[in-house]
């Protein structure tokens, strides 16, 4: 494992959240001391970091602090032996709320970030989880609805996603404020000499996720489906997305770092992929089949900077990172149901279905 005999802490920003604290679990379970930096400002993040301490006790450190305190996040990522920078403002509703939170957090935050690297640690490397947002609306794109789906009309597109060489167009402050931040990450690596990479996330979704009408849509579609309550849609829903489990993503986390000499200043595209492509009309469908029954379903407008497709080309992260095959979206799905029945103490049988078409 990276580091060797380096006993120094993993820190872990926003380490209470969704992928945070799965990636965390899986560092303590591997051996490793893990700084979770966190302000607990989510609803359920108390709930992980409660999780994990009960689990790993002392191997987890909790900060509860704000990723805008510069003084404790420079003192805790210089003293660990790398950093995966998780801790975001994550939706766009707020980011158009209040523009100068979200760049005060997403960008003001990870510059600091930087810069006690820079000044203080510069041999640890920064692994940062960026958005497929850095590539905008995609709207200079041509896509045909067939069934229950958007599809892009490009061949090439159509065969394998959105790559890395997709020029990049922020869209929405959030995408500003990520898409800045994606690009002082790269560019310290570039500049300073610094060992940085970016991972740019399309829709993870699992256990231990939270999710709400703004962020986590996987998982608030279950919610509401499992507590029988509407599901509003945005646009018509008929959006693709390629949608990945957490453990996928944290299998992709840990490779980076484990491959940083080699991946450092680059940024790849994290999804699930073509197979692992789903409209949301479809994922609803296969959630009632999972309850057997129907999801009730209202609409509205479609959202600022929505995406009609994104699927994720995979193949530069996939060869770079030395990843495997990633779990079936159904398979995922339907366990990530169970686990959040249970979580909320909701008495639902829930079926395994194997035949629904993306």
Request: glycine letters at 10%; a negative charge; proline letters at 3%.
């Amino acid at each position: 494992m990276t580091g060797g005999e380096d006993t120094r802490p993993v820190l872990v920003t926003g380490g209470a959240g969704f992928i945070g604290s799965n990636l965390a679990d899986r560092l303590a379970s591997e051996g490793h001391d893990v700084i979770v930096y966190d302000a607990l400002s989510r609803a359920g993040v108390q709930t992980n970091l409660d999780w994990l301490v009960q689990r790993h006790g002392d191997r987890i450190e909790p900060i509860i602090a704000d990723i805008r305190d510069e003084s404790r996040l420079a003192d805790a990522a210089t003293r660990a032996k790398v950093v995966f920078h998780m801790a975001a403002q994550v939706a766009v509703t707020t980011s158009l709320s209040d523009p100068r939170e979200d760049f005060a957090v997403n960008i003001a935050s990870t510059l600091g970030l930087l810069e006690a690297l820079r000044t203080r640690a510069p041999e640890t490397p920064l692994i940062f989880a960026s958005t497929n947002k850095v590539y905008g609306d995609l709207l200079d794109l041509d896509f045909v609805l067939e069934g229950e789906a958007y599809r892009p009309t490009d061949p090439a597109i159509r065969a394998h996603g959105i790559g890395e060489t997709r020029p990049l167009d922020f869209h929405t402050p959030y995408g500003c404020s990520k898409g800045a931040a994606d690009q002082y990450v790269l560019d310290y690596a570039r500049s300073f000499g610094l060992r940085t990479a970016v991972l740019r996330m399309s829709c993870i979704y699992g256990q231990r996720q939270m999710g709400t009408e703004d962020q986590g849509w996987v998982a608030h579609f279950l919610i509401r489906a499992l507590e029988n309550k509407p599901i509003t849609l945005y646009g018509d829903g008929h959006q693709v997305r390629d949608i990945l489990d957490v453990s996928d993503a944290v299998d992709a986390y840990m490779a980076a770092w484990r491959n940083i000499a080699a991946v450092s200043g680059q940024a790849f595209n994290l999804g699930g992929g073509q197979d692992n492509a789903v409209s949301l009309r479809l994922l609803l469908g296969y959630i009632g089949e999972l309850l057997g029954r129907d999801v009730e379903l209202s609409f509205s407008d479609w959202r600022a900077g929505d995406q009609r497709y994104f699927v994720a080309d995979t193949r530069a992260a996939e060869a770079a990172l030395g990843l495997g095959s990633k779990v079936d979206w159904r398979s995922g799905v339907a366990t990530l149901a169970r686990w959040l029945a249970d979580a909320r103490g909701i008495n639902a049988p829930i079926g395994v279905k194997t035949a629904v078409a993306a």
